[in-house]
């Protein structure tokens, strides 16, 4: 379960990364942003600590002798963007 938790964790990293990474296109007022309003700001907030956090709380279920609650709490959030991958655009 530990291979399964370093992986989970290191794509919650990667969509953390992405998130931060593109922040400025949705979020922006440049030009090519989509000039997102309060609730899109705080939703992709958010979402940025629940990346951030989920490992956290899977090592330390780990560590509480939990360790398949921990993966499944750090495989969280890569399990929810492969599902919103999946979901229709809303135009």
Request: glycine share 12%; hydrophobic share 70%; charged share 5%.
């Given at each position: ?8 964790t290191?794509?919650?990293?990667g969509?953390?990364?992405?998130l931060?990474?593109?922040s400025g ?6 030009s ?14 958010a979402a940025?600590?629940v ?32 599902f919103a991958?999946v ?5």
């Open positions: 379960m530990l291979i399964g938790l370093i992986v989970a290191v794509a919650d990293l969509i953390a990364l992405l931060i990474t593109v296109l949705v979020i922006g007022s440049g090519q942003s989509i000039d997102g309003g309060l609730a899109v700001i705080a939703a992709w907030i940025i600590i990346c951030l956090a989920a490992p956290a709380v899977g090592f330390v279920l780990r560590a509480r002798g939990r360790a398949q609650l921990g993966f499944i709490a750090a495989a969280l959030p890569a399990v929810a963007g492969l991958l979901l229709p655009a809303p135009y």
